[in-house]
Every structure is written in structure tokens, then in C-alpha cells.
């Protein structure tokens, strides 16, 4: 494996304390939700069948947290949330790295899967200019907390 590999690893009794230090910018902690909150909707589950946390690591050291909730074996019920950067890993093209490497991963770990989705508070410019960049597309929809749906077609 190259030295600047983004890994993704199941968040374990051995990388959870690492997740918990993720620190964003002040701005940015109303936009997504806590990796603890993360952590807690793996346990209960809220949205569907299947919720797993991951963290993001580079050379072993975690600077990016997501989750994806599915409905296992299904083509397009795929959400990416909780998806966060340390701010000291920000602004240096990591996110679009990182972002990158989750969509692989989810089409490798789940090859029945055709549509990824995730939602994004309407003020996050930055966060919809990188969904954008990798081919996510805005319906023009919300979900129930007025956040917009992007989804990415993938084959």
C-alpha cells in the first residue's frame, strides 16, 4: 500500500477514542452531526436496517469520520452521513481524496449498489462544491430536516 493511501477502517474497541478527538472549525459543528452521534445511531439504527461507522485514516493516523446506512443487498438505498475531516486535515484537497476513496470503498463493499446518497445543509457551500466535483447531483429535494438529497449514480 502507497504511504498516502486513504485507509477506511470499522470504527473498533481499538479507534473509537482516536474518532472522538476529531475536532472541526466552530463554524462547521452545527453542519453535521457529532461523530458521538455517529456512534450512537450505529447502535439504534435509526434510518434503516444496517448502519455501519468508519473512520478515515492516513499512514494510521484518523482525520475523517463517515457512516453509511443501508438496506443490505438493496441498489439504491445507500447513505453516506456524519462525513467530517479534522480541521487540521482541511482545505489541503483531502476532502475530495477522502470522499473519493468512501465511494470506492461503498462500490466495492456493496456491488449491488447503484445509487449513493447523502444530504447537505443548504448553507454548506463547501460541502455542496465537493459533492458536486465528484459527480454528486442535487434533486432539488429535502428530507425531512430541510437538508438537500444529492445522489450519485454509480455502475
Known amino acids: 500500500m502507497g504511504n498516502n ?3 477506511i477502517q470499522p ?4 479507534n473509537w477514542e482516536q474518532a472522538l478527538q476529531i475536532s472541526l472549525h466552530e463554524h462547521q459543528t452545527h453542519l453535521v452531526p457529532s461523530v458521538m452521534e455517529g456512534l ?3 447502535y439504534i439504527k435509526p434510518w434503516d436496517e444496517a448502519f455501519d461507522p468508519f473512520v ?3 499512514k494510521g493516523q484518523v482525520f475523517g469520520f463517515f457512516y453509511l446506512s443501508y438496506t443490505p443487498e438493496s441498489a439504491d438505498n445507500y447513505w453516506i452521513g456524519g462525513f467530517q475531516l479534522d480541521r487540521a486535515f482541511q482545505g489541503q484537497g483531502m476532502g475530495k481524496r477522502a470522499l473519493g476513496a468512501v465511494i470506492d470503498f461503498v462500490k466495492k463493499e456493496h456491488p449491488l449498489c447503484r445509487v449513493i446518497s447523502l444530504t447537505v445543509e443548504r448553507d454548506n457551500v463547501t460541502a455542496q462544491r465537493l459533492y458536486t466535483s465528484l459527480s454528486f447531483v442535487s434533486e432539488n429535494e429535502t428530507n425531512d430536516d430541510d437538508e438537500v438529497i444529492y445522489r450519485l449514480q454509480v455502475n
Open 56 to 58: 478515515l485514516a492516513l
Open 11 to 14: 470504527v473498533t474497541r481499538d
Open 5 to 7: 493511501i486513504v485507509q
Open 40 to 42: 450512537a445511531y450505529a
